[in-house]
């Protein structure tokens, strides 16, 4: 005989959320290295862009872009296991 006491469930709960945290901060990491050359001063408005502006805003690009396919991913499977659990629930 088993107990559930719910840990596991708990368990599942908390690996979602802190995995769309972990894309949250990722995001809001890579938003912020493009906004920081201008931000804060570094890249003379109205000049060439310096090769350190240019390095901020493509690394932080890739971030954003890294967060928004982990969340357009994150998306699809919990989609795709609600399309699964639902078929499931309403065969029985």
Known sequence: MSVNDGSEERIRFRIPVLALTALLVVGLIGGWLIAA???????PRGERWLA??????A?????????????????????????????????E
């Open 52 to 57: 350190a502006t240019r390095n901020d805003v």
């Open 37 to 43: 050359p201008f931000v804060s001063g570094i890249q």
């Open 59 to 91: 690394c932080g690009g890739a971030l954003v872009s890294l967060a928004v396919v982990g969340l357009l991913g994150y998306l699809a499977a919990s989609t795709r296991w609600l399309a699964a659990y639902g078929r499931r629930v309403s065969s």
